[in-house]
């Protein structure tokens, strides 16, 4: 769950979450046991994602499914979802060009990432934007997922291209086959783990996984829990 989270934050911070369950026909699925997950979900993910709705369903017998459909309904037609996609207004040709134009670029690269000075350039050339336009441009192209764009310290240096590179990123690192038994990742393990990755990008990466609360630096150490 966790991880899937984080995927959904990474292209769409703040979207509309609804988790649900399955497997509602178990004998084990009393109303004190559901009760029992939805308050853990509740208290480990509400405050940290925006869940709207925890449902349990039963893909055997249909039971849940009609409540999680209307419940998914309700957020799909609300205006502030519609608005938080950007499908309010119609989306700007310029826009659209400079998506073309990240999808062109993520081809042509082993690594899909760019520095923003760089993007910003060819997003001024392809588009005659003002610094403030391509900023505008990015921002929307991120809300749309279809690149990734954090404008914020320590990261907004940097423009990644395909969403599904920083998924990677997150598995990689969840997944690593390290001494993590006592959650304990040292930042020299870092290089190891992350050889498939351009060094200089290290930081950067570091960084969002802390962002995401994948990673904590532990104060007075020169080691990262996990």
């Known amino acids: 769950v966790e991880y ?9 911070p703040g979207v509309p979450i609804v988790i649900f369950g399955t497997h509602l026909e178990s004998k084990k699925c009393t109303k004190d046991y559901l009760k029992a997950w939805e308050k853990k979900l509740t208290v480990r ?4 994602f925006k869940v709207i709705d925890i449902y349990f369903i039963s893909n055997e017998t249909g039971k849940g499914i009609p409540e999680l459909l209307k419940g998914l309904k309700s957020i799909a037609k609300s ?3 519609k608005k938080r996609l950007g499908i309010e207004e ?3 040709t310029s826009y659209l060009l400079l998506e073309e134009r990240a999808h062109s670029l993520r081809v042509e690269r082993l690594v899909p990432t760019m520095s923003y000075e760089q993007w910003r350039i060819i997003a001024k050339q392809d588009t005659n934007f003002t610094d403030e336009e391509v900023k505008d441009a990015t921002h929307y192209l991120h809300d749309l997922g279809s690149l990734v764009w954090f404008d914020e310290d320590g990261l907004r240096d940097v423009v990644i291209l395909d969403a599904q590179w920083l998924t990677q990123v997150f598995a990689a690192t969840i997944s690593a086959k390290t001494n993590l038994s006592t959650g304990i990742l040292r930042h020299e393990d870092l290089p190891w783990l992350w050889r498939s990755y351009p060094r200089h990008l290290h930081p950067f990466m570091l960084t969002v996984l802390e962002k995401f609360e994948l ?12």
């Open 79 to 81: 205006k502030n979802f």
């Open 215 to 226: 990673l904590h630096r532990l104060e007075g150490n020169a080691i990262n829990n996990v």
């Open 90 to 92: 119609e989306c700007p």
């Open 4 to 12: 899937w989270l984080q995927s959904i934050n990474t292209r769409l």
């Open 45 to 48: 993910y509400k405050k940290r």
